[in-house]
């Protein structure tokens, strides 16, 4: 497999025209969420913002909006990750500490602690992907797969191929039978009904293939093809 170079930049900027119309005065009174981290939009089309200070969802079309935090739903209020699921009208919300909480759309909520409780050097949640019945979570500890049915943890892989124990994980895709990451150490890939756990299923790509830098940040597919960012380059892998 090759690496292309597409381009070089001097970095990312992500806008949310969605949330434009909402004035800056309206947030004089919530400074803490104002550092927004993560954004998904859920099947009612409202924003859930995280933020250094909790949860923010703004519904544009009532323009109302709900704040959560540890005290009304949230156990941990420094949101590093958030997704929402259309389908099954779920939320989930991941925190610099660890900890994932599933909330409904309606506001149940659901904590899950065996990531913080594992005591990880870096405990951080950068992103959620569900595939099937599975939630996969990246993280500062690598990759952990949540079972969605029977509301437990799965699955732990600390060290994908020969990259570091523990590297940090920062994006998740799945492409038919393989999943991608994008790691602190570089991209690894595997089929994702081997055992992923095991090192040996991943197949790994690092600045001795091609990358300029081992800290890869994002990935995606676009016309059939896959790509991975790094701070300042694009990469397109060539079968």
């Not at 119309?21 to 409202?46: C, G, I, M, P």
């Not at 602690?113 to 990246?138: C, G, M, T, V, W």
């Amino acid at each position: 497999m090759k690496i292309r170079i597409i381009f070089y930049c001097f970095f990312f900027l992500i806008s949310i025209d969605a949330i434009a119309e909402f004035r800056l005065e309206n947030w004089k009174n919530h400074t803490s969420y104002l550092q927004a981290t993560a954004v998904s939009v859920d099947s009612k089309s409202r924003i859930w913002a995280g933020s250094t200070g909790g949860v923010f969802v703004y519904d544009s079309e009532a323009n109302d909006y709900l704040k959560f935090n540890n005290l009304n739903g949230l156990l941990g209020i420094e949101v590093s990750a958030i997704n929402c699921d259309k389908s099954s009208k779920e939320v989930f919300i991941g925190t610099a500490d660890g900890i994932l909480t599933i909330c409904s759309e309606d506001s149940e909520w659901e904590h899950f602690l065996d990531i913080q409780e594992s005591k990880f050097p870096n405990a951080k949640i950068n992103r959620f992907l569900k595939h099937n019945n599975s939630l996969y979570i990246a993280g500062g500890f690598g990759l952990a797969v949540f079972d969605l049915e029977k509301r437990v943890f799965k699955e732990s892989i600390l060290r994908i191929g020969d990259f570091d124990r523990l590297s940090n994980v920062n994006d998740i895709y799945i492409d038919n039978e393989t999943i991608w990451v994008a790691t602190s150490s570089g991209v690894g890939k595997a089929n994702i009904n081997s055992t992923i756990a095991n090192p040996g299923s991943w197949k790994t790509f690092s600045t001795q293939n091609g990358l300029n830098d081992n800290e890869t940040i994002a990935l995606t597919k676009f016309n059939n093809e896959i790509y991975v960012g790094t701070k300042k380059a694009l990469f397109k892998f060539d079968e």
